[in-house]
T-cell receptor, first 117, second 111 residues
Framework: KAGVTQTPRYLIKTRGQQVTLSCSPI?????VSWYQQTPGQGLQFLFE???????NKGNFPGRFSGRQFSNSRSEMNVSTLELGDSALYLC????????????????FGPGTRLTVL | DAKTTQPPSMDCAEGRAANLPCNHS???????VYWYRQIHSQGPQYIIH???NNETNEMASLIITEDRKSSTLILPHATLRDTAVYYC????????????FGKGTLLTVNP
């Protein structure tokens, strides 16, 4: 089974621009979570989507947004980029279900390395 | 989630077993022990998880003490590609949507 894929892998933007990152989960996984990872703050949770609905949200400003499509693919968008947004953005998918017994182990993609100049 | 404690770094010779310890003395009865690793600048990779029984998969073995206050991840035959930061986390499966990694253990496999 193919793993989680993320595109693009690397991105360079300038302050004030916006960016859209894409994530394709493992086939059959309906939960997609996004994380930001920086050397200083470590791994920080952005949001989780399940069945096209945002289920949980971390403590990030409204410039960070996301969505999920009917095929479970997800995108996240960052508007008005700031230097501090430079980070590795990770997507993780999980086979969890909202009801019934399921495992919710999260499987990560390779990440998108965003550099803001 | 319960807090975990791991040594900041460890060395291992290639071909030998790597035993990575994790202390989670405040673990609750319904909390699982998960292990992930992250090779430099790549996404974290899930390794294994367990509740109270020892677990083994194609990557590693997880040994959890009877009181569940500590565990050991075993890579039976470490290779240079196993050099990575290894994270031990404790969480309630099915109810905690976000993962939080501590500082982990940097395992360096030497030739």
């Amino acid at each position: 089974k193919a793993g989680v894929t993320q595109t693009p892998r690397y991105l360079i933007k300038t302050r004030g621009q916006q960016v859209t990152l894409s994530c394709s989960p493992i086939s059959g996984h309906r939960s997609v979570s996004w994380y930001q990872q920086t050397p200083g703050q470590g791994l920080q949770f952005l949001f989780e989507y399940f069945s096209e609905t945002q289920r949980n949200k971390g403590n990030f400003p409204g410039r960070f947004s996301g969505r999920q499509f009917s095929n479970s693919r997800s995108e996240m968008n960052v508007s008005t980029l700031e230097l501090g947004d430079s980070a590795l953005y990770l997507c993780a998918s999980s086979p969890k279900k909202l009801t019934g017994h399921s495992t919710d182990t999260q499987y990560f993609g390779p990440g998108t390395r965003l550099t803001v100049l | 989630d319960a807090k975990t404690t791991q040594p900041p770094s460890m060395d291992c010779a290639e071909g030998r077993a790597a035993n990575l310890p994790c202390n989670h003395s405040t673990i609750s009865g319904n909390e699982y022990v998960y292990w992930y690793r992250q090779i430099h600048s790549q996404g974290p990779q899930y390794i294994i998880h367990g509740l109270k029984n020892n677990e083994t998969n194609e990557m590693a073995s997880l040994i959890i003490t009877e009181d569940r206050k500590s565990s050991t991840l075993i890579l039976p035959h470490a290779t240079l590609r196993d050099t990575a930061v290894y994270y031990c986390i404790v969480r309630v499966a099915g109810s905690n949507y976000k993962l939080t990694f501590g500082k982990g253990t940097l395992l360096t496999v030497n030739p």
